[in-house]
């Protein structure tokens, strides 16, 4: 989801930076500070409401109740037509003409804001937009008006399910998201077969992306970033590809195209131009829970293993969106996110911002059990000097009893 995510940024941005006079200085000086209930600690104007969401979103899938503050911050986000922005420094300022919204940004906060419960105003309005803004095709681009790609739509599919929508009857000119999804799945022959494109090339034919593929299975499953943990299989099942006619069938080609690009190295890769291939942790853990949602858990396993022995700098580097996939997948699996190959994903998670509520809690308690412990002690060493007192007494008296005699 990350690749394609950021590439769409970039385009995004590429395309007001055309529009719009270049700033004298648009980069934030190195003293600036964040605001407190944001999670992560770089720069967060393409992500801020993007990771923020992830990071809440994952705190509530393993019964982490985030901070206070910290959701306030995201429901604060959101623009007044129901819209939020990758990051807005200044939410008491209208959003404008000039405000860069963010359809995947909008549908990540209406997952976490949804599964956190009691946010149905918010949540609605941003519905309401995301259906406003849909294309023709009945997808979504990253931004509103832009070509439609499979990310984009997938993860307002996920936010559709998410509030109880059925992404089937949410169309635009008679079609539905998995209308938008089937046009962007490859069939069964050549190069790729049965994988999802993240939009046509330039010459209007669909490319198999691996990214786009595991976000395409989760969207035409009609499945949200958090997925139950499914039956454990012991081998990874193995399904002739056949054509997509249906969200179903594009999904279970798609789980094979990404079994197989999986079995060599256990990860998904991805290069640079004029560079090597390198490993692909963020689409790795998305793949891990695309393939659990269709129920290839083995494949989906093994990736998993591979991630808990290798993924640790790399989700150290890029903080809570990052931590978040990884106990996506791990979730999706029916492992344990505190127990990952030895390491507590929800602890790294959470120390990358606010302490959560109920790690407040725990940390009161804790303070109460140290603060009942000095009084004990105290008066323990009361207790205890009285009795000695009271016993040299008596002894004392002994001595001058046994002196009268």
Known sequence: MNVSRSAAVLAAVAVMGAATPAAADPSPSPSQAFPSALYGGKDPEFDGVWRQSLALLAQDTVGVKPAAKSVEWLVRQQCADGSFAPYRADPTTACDAKTMLDTNATAAAVQALT????????????????????????????????????????????????????????????????????????GCDGDGAGAFAFQPDEKGKPVANADATAAGV???????????????????????????NTPEQAAANGAAYLTKALAKDGHLSSALAGSDPQPDYGNTADAVVALAAQGDTGQAEKSLRWLAKNSATWAAQNGPAAYAQLIFAAHATGTNPRDVGGADLVKRLNATGPAPQTAEKTQAAEEKGDSDSDLFGVWWYVGVCLVAGVGIGFLFSGRRNRQQL
């Open 218 to 244: 989760l969207g035409a499953l009609g499945k949200g970033m958090v997925v139950k943990p499914g039956e454990k299989t012991k081998a990874t099942r193995s399904e002739p590809c056949e054509d997509p």
């Open 115 to 186: 599964a956190l419960g009691g946010h149905d105003a918010v949540t609605g309005k941003a519905v309401a937009w995301l259906k406003s803004v849909q294309n023709k095709d009945g997808g979504w681009g990253y931004s509103p008006g832009g070509a439609s790609d499979t990310n984009s739509t997938s993860v307002v599919i996920g936010a559709l399910t998410a509030v109880g929508e059925k992404p089937e009857r949410v169309e635009k000119g008679g079609k539905s998201p998995y209308d938008a999804l089937l046009k962007l799945a490859l």
